[in-house]
């Protein structure tokens, strides 16, 4: 695809360093003249917000699985149609916290809708557009929520559900290891990144039609 930009996702439960990892590679990135978006799901749009507080707030009580299966596609839809789309068509690199994985591992974690089902919603929500590079920060549950105090209803939901959810994205990535880095999450920082950058580094040097150059 000429004149696209690349699209690189980073996955894995809370804790395990997205963020920050978002955070290296777009400093990287920006440091040798790239226009990199950082940004993340769910949330990162004004309807975002308001959805991810919908989401992710305790105070509504028993949620509808598919309400929220919904509320996260939607979600989605606004960010690929405002944020990823138009940056990705302006050649820029454009880096999520959390994607279409995400929502696949904690619905299917949560053992009430067809993973298939799901898939099919979240696949119409994002137009079919697939990361050219998701990393997968990978970390045993137990070393990783457990630091967390102030719990929101994903992160407070049971150690099997998050146990589940690991399963998913260790699954979906071997299915597709050419687009995919899997990383053990707790090594250091900084090694990790060099990680990243490798592999980006190769991407950004593939052949002229796949990457803009
Ligand atoms: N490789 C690492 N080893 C140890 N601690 C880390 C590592 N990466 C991140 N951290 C720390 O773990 C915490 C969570 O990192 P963060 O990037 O916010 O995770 P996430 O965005 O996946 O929830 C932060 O305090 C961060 O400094
Ligand atoms: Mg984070």
Redesign the pocket.
Known sequence: MDGEGIFVV?E????????????LLADWLTAQGREVVLTYEPGDTAIGAVLRDLVLSHSWGDVSPRAEALMYAADKAQHLYQLVLPALHRGAVVIS?RYVDSMLAYQGAGRVLEPERVEQIARWATEDLLPDLTVL?DLDPAK?VG?ITDKDRVEGAGAEFHVRARRFFLDLAAADAEHYLVVP?????E??AAQVRARIASLLSAPAGTVNP
């Open positions: 980073f894995g439960g809370d804790g395990v360093g997205k963020s920050t990892q978002a955070r916290d920060l990783g630091g999450a707790r090594t250091g920082i090694e990790i």
